[in-house]
Structures are given as C-alpha cells and as structure tokens.
C-alpha cells in the first residue's frame, strides 16, 4: 500500500468519524430536546386519570394561551420595528418590548409552563416538571437570551441604558432613570 493509500484510507476513517459526530450532535439533541420539551404533552395525552377535562387543563390553557400571547406579539412588533429603515441600529423599546428585553422569549417559557401544568394535574404528570425548567434554563443561559444580548451590547450603542430601564425576562414596569 502506498503512502498515498494509506493517507486516503485515513482521511477516510476522519470522515466517518466526523459523520457520526455531526449525526450524533445534530440529531439526537434534536431528539433529546424534542422529549425534553414534548414530555408533558406525552403524560397528560397517555394518563389514565383524570378521564375528562379538570381545573388544571383550563388553567395550563390560560397559561399558554399568555405565553402564546407574548411569543406572537413580541415576534410581530420586532419584525414591524426592523422593516421601519428609521429604526436602523435603534433598540426596539416599544409594546410589549418596553416591558421585557425578551418578550417573544418569555412567551416561549410560558408556553412549555403551561403545558406542564395540564401535565400537573394527571397521576404523575407533576414528574415533567423538568422539562419547562430545562428550556427556560436554556432559553435564559445556553442559547436565546444570552447569545442575544451578547450580540446587542457590541452592535447597538443604546442598548445598555435599555438594560438599565428594562427587565430582561419577565414583563415588569420599566425603571425610571433616578432608578425609582
């Protein structure tokens, strides 16, 4: 075997490693957080009891419904804001954004609470209470929220006194500027 056929044989095993890994890392932590984030909805649709609707199905309903709320809210005000050419390199602080920096995000969280309190009301649905407090964690800390503001910080000049004045996730009153 040439020196040749060795170094391509070698490449080869690379590559099929590096195949593996990218399967691996894109799909099943596409499957991992798909049951993370689907394990309320599976122990509220495969338990037993209770056998028709509860006080804990119309009040996760309210909840999402609010999460809902935010997340499309949020989304349709920034998408209006960024399509405006004057708001060019401005900080989106108006609706629902005047309240949180994340409001899309917050909605995000709200809508996996909510599912899980429908969850919470079936045998052992109060178990997936693990899935929302992993993606709010991630939404906060891994990918979303920090990522964003990251970003933000460096690329809009007023976007620290947006940090100062507003709540980073959940909606709150803005501060006022003697910090009251």
């Known amino acids: 075997m040439s020196a040749y056929e060795v170094a391509l044989a070698g490449l080869g095993v690379v590559m099929a490693y590096m195949v593996v890994l990218w399967v691996v890392s894109l799909f099943l932590l596409q499957g991992l957080i798909l049951w993370i984030v689907s394990a ?23 909840i999402w419904c609010v999460g809902f709320f935010f997340e499309a809210i949020g989304d349709w005000q ?31 969280a709200v809508l996996w609470w909510g599912f899980f309190v429908i ?16 993606m709010t ?15 933000l910080k460096r690329s809009r000049p007023d976007y620290q006194s947006y940090i100062e004045r507003t709540s980073a996730f959940i909606p ?9």
């Open 137 to 151: 964690f991630l939404l906060l800390r891994v990918s979303s929220v920090a990522l964003l503001e990251r970003g």
């Open 40 to 62: 309320p909805l599976l122990a509220a649709i495969h338990s037993a009891e209770p056998d028709s609707l509860i006080a804990t199905d119309f009040f996760g309903l309210a």
């Open 172 to 180: 709150l009153p803005p501060k006022r500027k003697n910090g009251v």
């Open 78 to 108: 920034l998408a209006r804001f960024r399509t405006d050419p004057v708001n060019e390199g401005k900080v989106m602080d108006r609706g629902l954004w005047r309240y949180t920096r994340h409001p899309n995000y917050f909605g995000d």
């Open 119 to 134: 969850a919470a009301g079936t045998t052992d649905g109060w178990i997936t209470i693990f899935s929302p407090a992993i």
